[in-house]
């Protein structure tokens, strides 16, 4: 059965810009072992791949019903890939079910979030 779903679609150039502007939006934004990946990647990859996963972020927190906020921040959502190279929510799972889809083209990245109870 299908709990949420959330969607959220963001502009690299923007995400490029706020990178530029306030040093402290990488730690903001990612855990601890996504920003060691963060890390391994160069030039537009480094961008394309902060910008999908604030997208899975938000599309989470959407699809979980509270938006990012008080009761949920960036840092308490963690994504990863799976051995097979899919991005994966991580936490907060909560006994559900979370799949999760992130594209990307020249100027947008975009996520999706189907949460469903187990």
Do not use: W
């Not at 995400?15 to 502007?21: A, D, G, P």
């Not at 799976?82 to 594209?103: A, E, F, N, Y």
């Amino acid at each position: 059965m299908i709990k949420g779903i959330g969607i959220d679609m963001i502009e690299i150039q923007r995400i490029k810009q706020l990178v530029k502007r306030k040093e402290r939006f990488v730690e903001r934004i990612l855990t601890t072992s996504e920003k060691k990946k963060y890390e391994t990647l160069t030039g537009h990859r480094k961008i394309e791949y902060l910008a999908g996963r604030f997208a899975a972020k938000e599309a989470f927190a959407k699809a979980k019903g509270t938006g990012i906020g008080q009761s949920l921040s960036f840092l308490d959502i963690e994504t990863a890939n799976h051995t097979t190279g899919q991005p994966i929510i991580v936490r907060p799972v909560d006994g559900c079910l979370v799949h999760l889809s992130i594209s990307h083209s020249r100027e947008y990245a975009i996520a999706q979030v189907i949460i469903e109870k187990e």
